[in-house]
Nanobody, 124 residues
Framework: QVQLVESGGGLVQSGGSLRLSCAAS????????MGWFRQAPGKEREFVAA????????YYADSVKGRFTISRDNAKNTVYLQMWSLKPEDTAVYYC?????????????????WGQGTQVTVSS
């Protein structure tokens, strides 16, 4: 079993920044892909970013490319999502997810484990 706990969400003004954290525990993550997804009210959950746990390869949704950075600290079993230049349309619940196969995916159904989510609200 894998547990994922997100933190770092909150209320920020447009143009501001936030850093989300996802602490993982349970099974070893040495070959897992970690991803961030988000879900705005009335919308489907969408891919934001992903990173391979050991190789450090990253992939981003076009809507956040150049503004968000995903990174990881293997010693702490933690994945981060640094968000800059936030926009009101970035408002959503952000979820951390783990994929038990070491190949990159942007599809939420390919991820096996999910955190409880953290709210990010960007005011205009």
């Amino acid at each position: 079993q894998v547990q994922l706990v997100e933190s770092g969400g909150g209320l920020v003004q447009s143009g501001g920044s936030l850093r989300l954290s996802c602490a993982a525990s349970g099974r070893t993550f040495s070959s897992y892909v970690m991803g961030w997804f988000r879900q705005a009210p009335g919308k489907e959950r969408e891919f934001v970013a992903a990173i391979t746990w050991s190789g450090g390869r990253t992939y981003y949704a076009d809507s956040v490319k150049g503004r968000f950075t995903i990174s990881r600290d293997n010693a702490k079993n933690t994945v981060y999502l640094q968000m800059w230049s936030l926009k009101p349309e970035d408002t959503a619940v952000y979820y951390c997810a783990a994929r038990g196969i070491p190949t990159m995916s942007t599809t939420l159904y390919d991820y096996n484990y999910w955190g409880q989510g953290t709210q990010v609200t960007v005011s205009s």
